[in-house]
């Protein structure tokens, strides 16, 4: 079965400017959050979908957005890109369902690594 | 979502045993432990997950006493690949996919 997949892997974008991130969960998989990493915050939940409606939300300003598709693919938009936007962007993926120990097994993606000049 | 500590970091050497404490003294009666594992410029990967006493896959162990108030994931003889930073996190099933993740610890494996 293939792996959560994302879409570019590297981007460089001046500050001021919008970008979009594409994810490709695992086949089957319908739940897809979004997670930044930087090296003084940590990793961070940014957002999760599920059937395409956003589920839950984490401590970000309204600058990122997210959606999903009918095929579970997602992308995610930053819009207003500042310096401190400079990231890696993870996506993660799972099946969804409801409760049990599958569903803290999350399947994480390469990454986008984001610069903003 | 119960607050996890680890240490920051932790030195081995190839073909030893490594393990990692991880302390959630205000874990939930519905929390999992689950653990993952980071390499560089990669997205973190699942090890291993349990609830209470001893969980066993091919990859690790994970150790959680009655009180469930820290575990100890175990890496039986590791090598350089090992070599990452080790992700603790105490989750309940709320159907929420967030996952917290601290600082994690940093394992080192020298030849």
């Known amino acids: 079965k293939a792996g959560v997949t994302q879409t570019p892997r590297y981007l460089i974008k001046t500050r001021g400017q919008q970008v979009t991130l594409s994810c490709s969960p695992i086949?089957?998989?319908?739940?897809v959050s979004w997670y930044q990493q930087t090296p003084g915050q940590g990793l961070q939940f940014l957002f999760e979908?599920?059937?395409?409606?956003?589920?839950n939300k984490g401590n970000f300003p309204g600058r990122f957005s997210g959606r999903q598709f009918s095929n579970s693919r997602s992308e995610m938009n930053v819009s207003t890109l500042e310096l401190g936007d400079s990231a890696l962007y993870l996506c993660a993926s799972s099946a969804g369902t409801s409760g049990g120990p599958s569903s803290y097994e999350q399947y994480f993606g390469p990454g986008t690594r984001l610069t903003v000049t | 979502l119960a607050k996890t500590t680890q240490p920051i970091s932790m030195d081995s050497y190839e073909g030893q045993e490594v393990n990692i404490t991880c302390s959630h003294n205000?874990?939930?009666?519905?929390?999992?432990i689950t653990w993952y594992q980071q390499f560089p410029s990669q997205g973190p990967r699942f090890i291993i997950q349990g609830y209470k006493t001893k969980v066993t896959n091919e990859v690790a162990s994970l150790f959680i006493p009655a009180d469930r108030k820290s575990s100890t994931l175990s890496l039986p003889r590791v090598s350089l690949s090992d070599t990452a930073v080790y992700y603790c996190?105490?989750?309940?099933?709320?159907?929420?996919?967030?996952?917290?993740f601290g600082s994690g610890t940093r394992l080192q494996v020298q030849p």
């Open positions: 086949s089957g998989h319908r739940s």
């Open positions: 996190l105490a989750k309940g099933d709320t159907g929420r996919r967030a996952l917290t």
């Open positions: 979908y599920f059937s395409e409606t956003q589920r």
């Open positions: 205000n874990i939930a009666t519905n929390d999992y």
